[in-house]
C-alpha cells in the first residue's frame, strides 16, 4: 500500500478530483466538511479551549491540514509514504511531518486529540484492533480520538471508492464495526455522526443535515471517542 500512495502521490488531488466528479463538487468542498464537523467536535469536547497537540495518522499529502492547523497549538502528522510526507511539508510547513511503519514513535498520553481520516480503510483488517490500540495508546487520558471514513451504506460513497485507482483493494468499514474497535482499544463515550447527506452548500442544507446526523445516510461518518 506505501508503494501505491508513493506512485500517486504527485497526482493525487486529480485521482480524486475524477473519482467524484460525478457530483458536480469540488474536492475542496469535502474537505472543509471534515473540518468543520472536527472544529465543532472539538468544541463539543474541549469547550473554549484550543487542545495543545494534535496527531494526524495517515495524513497523505497534507490536504486537509491548511483547515486543521488553526484548531491547533501544535500538528504533528505521519504517514507511511515518504513521497507523500515530502509533498505535504511543501505545503504545510508549519505542521510536523515524519514518515513511520505500523507502531507509533510517541511516548503514551503524548497527544490531546489523534485523528485519522479516510486512513482505515487501507489497513489491513487483521491489523484494525492493533492500529486502534496505538491511537488510544498516545492519546492523554481524557483526550479526544477521532475518525472519519467513508460509510459503505452510501451508493455514491461506493461509486467514487470504485472510481479512484488507490482504492481497488478498499475495504470499507461500517460505523458500527469502527466503533467496536475503540471499545476493544479502550476508549469511552463514543459518538457516531453521519455527514454529507447532502452534499450541496445550498442554506438549507445545513439544518437538515444535523437532524439526519444520526443515521446511515451520509457519505462519511466520524466516531469520536474519550480516550
Known sequence: MTAIFD???PRYSKEVQSSINFSGLRHDFFLEAKAELLARTLRNHFGARKPSVALDIGCGVGLLHSRLAPLF????????????IEQAKRLNPS???????????FDAGTFDVTLTVCVLHHVSPKLWPAFMAEMH???RRDGLICIIEHNPLNP????????CSFDADAVLLRATKTTALLKGAGASDI???FFLTLPTRRRFA????????????????????KA
Open 156 to 163: 455514491l460513497t461506493r461509486l467514487a471508492v470504485s472510481r
Open 191 to 193: 459518538n457516531t455522526e
Open 137 to 139: 495508546r498516545v492519546t
Open 73 to 84: 497549538d501544535r500538528v504533528v502528522a505521519v504517514d507511511t509514504s515518504f513521497v507523500s
Open 206 to 225: 445545513v439544518p437538515v443535515e444535523r437532524l439526519l446526523r444520526r443515521l446511515p445516510l451520509g457519505a462519511q461518518y466520524l466516531v469520536s471517542a
Open 7 to 9: 506512485n500517486c502521490a
Open 95 to 105: 505542521v510536523e511531518y515524519s514518515v513511520v511503519d505500523q507502531s507509533l514513535p
